[in-house]
């Protein structure tokens, strides 16, 4: 029986284009994933879209000028054609502006209100006397009363990552005009956290196979108690609250994004004309979901989320929320606002995207932070995927080219050594699945140059150029096996690079695709026609690094935004 695995990937706030933090955070891993489940055979559904409501996009369209609809749709095909064009394989890139969402957030809501999960109460919250308006959790920032920084935002503190509410932080100003707002009564509604604390502790305490930064984190947020909060905010752009007398209020952003995970599934069911099929990944016991996020969103996937679904009733809870650290860019926090960032358009409109998805695998913040660096990146493209992976896979079909017209040849008997890298592709396979199956991204991919260095090393030692001169078999034998590493490197590779995997299947000339073929090593079946051989990657030149280098801090210098 194939596993229903849900593969939820964080939904990006639009107000810029996606940048390669994003990528290395939850983008790619997730991908990785997915790519891995569906090639064991699983039932995969990969789900993601842009947050349209979020503050940070009202933000960008005040100081543009435009609506935050026109800001949210510019940047959400944005990142839509960005995620297609990296191979990222979503089942369904949405965004929270559909009708649909719209719909399964209002209902997450009522259910919700009839069970009493919700409370009407009136809060305060900050109101600029200058703009003359309520300001939402990002138009304020603060000191944080938890780590004493001084720049926390009205919903949350990026220094040490706790939830916050307005009325907690200290010093607190209008980030638009600096001025001190005043605390006005408001109605709101507020989720009750607070009726969930036992049977989140019960839940999380069960986590063992949670990454130990998720689980701590859960249990350090779960110790201090629970506070209930507002999910309703006196905003004019998201989705309306389905109450009467709160025609000028909007359900606010934090609680109907996380919807956007089962509102997707719906809406992926409907366009494939099987609008139940949502309910596989959902309501099935043993269906597996997984959140891929960066570690500021922890608390939402493991505390709120939950929640909402614990009070819907039902519904799947998260099984792992494998959340990354952050990527910082040559040394120093990657900062939008200080446009000291790489986005991925720009990257993409220069390089390929197999590179990149290598290095930030190599590289990927799992367990702490990690540095993207324009010298890693061309060191890594030139020594690892060019000399090691890519030589090997070209020089194999190269001699094989020259040596037997480009055919598949006719093995031999086998001896000890071709035995072993035989073996090596098995144990290869069976490595990078036991790697991701534990959502370790950076160990996977060991096993993918392993196998490539020991095919370099194989070939050597068995010199097939040579050989064939004396003893045409034994080139043949050789070569028959090189081809089959070459088949297992192009599997081992689907999911981390899968352009290259696809090129990798062209060239050795088999039909169907590399999904197809499933996590298993295929023969290359002797006579079979392999294609004209073509190198796989591109060595860079090291001015690559002063270029980039130069574009980055002068993209800096100018502040121009992208
Ligand atoms: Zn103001
Ligand atoms: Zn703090």
Redesign the pocket.
């Known amino acids: 029986m194939p596993d229903q695995i849900l593969v939820a990937v964080a939904w990006p706030y639009v107000n810029g284009p996606p940048h390669l933090g994003h990528i290395a955070g939850n983008t790619l891993p997730a991908d990785i994933f997915a790519r891995y489940h569906r090639m064991v055979g699983n039932n995969v559904l990969m789900v993601s879209g842009s947050d349209m409501h979020g503050t940070p996009t009202m933000l960008r369209a005040r100081e543009e000028g435009v609506s935050a609809k026109e800001v949210a749709t510019r940047f959400h095909k944005a990142h839509a054609e960005a995620y297609e064009r990296l191979g990222a394989a979503y089942d369904l890139y949405t965004h929270t502006d559909t009708p649909n969402h719209h719909a399964v957030s209002q209902d997450m809501f009522r259910k919700l209100l009839d069970a009493g999960y919700l409370r009407e109460q009136t809060t305060q919250m900050p109101f600029?006397t200058?703009?003359q308006r309520f300001?939402s959790d990002r138009f304020v920032e603060g000191t944080c009363p938890h780590c004493g920084a001084t720049e926390a935002r009205g919903d949350q503190c990026n220094q040490c990552g706790k939830t916050l509410d307005p009325i907690e932080l200290g010093d607190i100003r209008?980030k638009?005009?600096g001025?001190t707002p005043e605390f006005r009564d408001t109605r709101h509604y507020s989720l009750r956290l607070s009726a969930f604390q036992e049977r989140l502790e019960q839940w999380v305490s069960k986590q063992d196979h949670w990454r130990p930064n998720v689980r701590n984190f859960t249990q350090g947020l779960l110790r201090d108690g629970l506070h209930d909060r507002a999910i309703t905010r006196d905003i004019e752009w998201g989705i309306k609250v389905p109450v009467d007398g709160y025609e000028d209020k909007r359900i606010y952003v934090w609680f109907e994004a996380v919807i956007g995970y089962l509102s997707a599934s719906k809406e992926w069911a409907k366009i494939n004309g099987e609008p139940e099929a949502w309910r596989a990944w959902w309501e099935d016991p043993n269906a597996r979901c997984f959140y891929f996020q960066g570690k500021d969103n922890i608390p939402f996937h493991t505390i709120i989320w939950p929640s909402m679904l614990m009070g819907y009733g039902g519904l799947n809870l998260p099984y792992d929320v494998p959340a990354n650290e952050f990527l910082t860019l040559e040394g120093r926090g990657l900062s939008t606002s200080q446009n000291w960032a790489i986005w991925l358009p720009d990257y993409l409109e220069r390089y390929e995207p197999d590179p990149l998805r290598y290095y930030l695998s190599a590289i990927m913040p799992e367990t702490s932070d990690s540095d993207f660096s324009w010298a890693g990146y061309v060191r890594r493209n030139n020594d690892e995927l060019v000399a090691t992976l890519g030589n090997f896979v070209h020089r194999v079909l190269t001699i094989t080219a020259r040596t037997f017209d480009g055919r598949v040849p006719e093995p031999g008997s086998l001896d000890e050594t071709d035995l072993e890298a035989l073996a090596a592709c098995d144990d290869a396979l069976t490595g990078m699945a036991r790697h991701l199956e534990g959502r370790q991204f950076r160990e996977g991919l060991h096993s993918l140059m392993a196998l490539a260095q020991h095919g370099n090393r194989y070939v050597d030692r068995k010199a097939p150029w040579a050989t064939v001169k004396t003893d045409r078999n034994a080139a043949a034998t050789t070569l028959w096996t090189a081809l089959n590493l070459v088949a297992t490197i192009r599997t081992l590779s689907y999911p981390y690079l899968p352009f290259s995997a696809e090129k990798m299947h062209a060239l050795l000339g088999f039909d169907g695709n590399v999904l197809g073929d499933g996590w298993k090593r295929r023969s290359p079946e002797p006579g079979g026609l392999l294609a004209t051989p073509v190198p796989l990657f591109k060595k860079l030149d090291d001015s690559v690094v002063e270029e980039e280098t130069m574009r980055l801090e002068a993209a800096r210098a100018s502040g121009r935004r992208s």
Do not use: I
Request: aromatic letters at 0%; charged letters at 40%; a negative charge.
């Open positions: 600029c200058v703009e300001l209008c638009e005009d001025s």
